[in-house]
């Protein structure tokens, strides 16, 4: 799942509004950026088969580090711990570690059975991407809902804060739309360099939270 995560970032400052949306769109992202990483170093390993699913050409062979439920629980647990080595505050840490494990779940939910529940399995998937547009509608709509959301714990305290926001949620859908419909990327290696090139989009939502604050 890809816009989907962002979309449970976006809605966990409702949960938690003193806590940067930056940091809450890494949490739930994280489990993606370690594979990223990982597999550029090659520690995990993965390929593309066009046709492997309807939605994503991506075949998950060996990723247990990153995104079996044993290592998700090892991110979320250091997660938890990092953030309260900054702040004494239980509740958004246990978001922020919610966001983290969320990654599992999402996963387990759109993926094919290849999401390992330990180091050597089993495996689990509901199969979401075995429909492209029941993987564009669903994730859409998770973003919306995100959104909404957000808005729901948020205040623009000037047009940047509302027109950034606008345009940064417009973006993100159709980018994350167009990632499922696009041909598929030229290496596995590719894939993992645009996942970590899209930090970026994790400083421009930093810079949009910045113009807004929690409502009242």
């Not at 250091?78 to 494990?101: I, K």
């Not at 926001?165 to 419909?181: E, P, S």
Request: net charge neutral; glycine share 10%; with cysteine.
């Amino acid at each position: 799942m890809g816009i989907g995560h962002v979309a449970i970032g976006f809605a966990a400052k409702r949960a938690a509004p003193s806590v940067p949306l930056a940091l809450l769109l890494l949490a739930a992202m994280l489990c993606d950026v370690l594979w990223s990483a990982f597999i550029l170093l090659g520690v995990e390993h993965a390929r593309i088969v066009p046709g492997i699913t309807a939605a994503s050409p991506l075949d998950f062979y060996d990723y247990p580090l990153s995104h079996s439920l044993a290592g998700t629980a090892l991110w979320t647990a250091l997660a938890l711990v990092a953030f309260l080595l900054f702040r004494d505050d239980r509740r958004a840490a246990a978001v922020v570690g919610g966001c983290v494990l969320s990654h599992w779940a999402l996963d387990v939910i759109s993926h094919r059975p290849d999401v390992p529940l330990g180091w050597h399995g089993p495996h689990l998937g509901l199969g979401l991407w075995n429909s492209l547009p029941a993987s564009v509608a669903v994730e859409e709509a998770m973003l919306v809902l995100g959104i909404l959301l957000y808005l729901a714990a948020t205040r623009a305290n000037n047009r940047g804060g509302t027109w950034g926001l606008a345009a940064f949620a417009i973006a993100i859908a159709v980018l994350g739309a167009a990632g499922y419909l696009a041909p598929p990327a030229p290496s596995i290696a590719a894939v993992a360099a645009g996942n970590l090139g899209g930090g970026l989009f994790v400083l421009i939502a930093h810079a949009i939270d910045r113009q807004r604050s929690a409502a009242a």
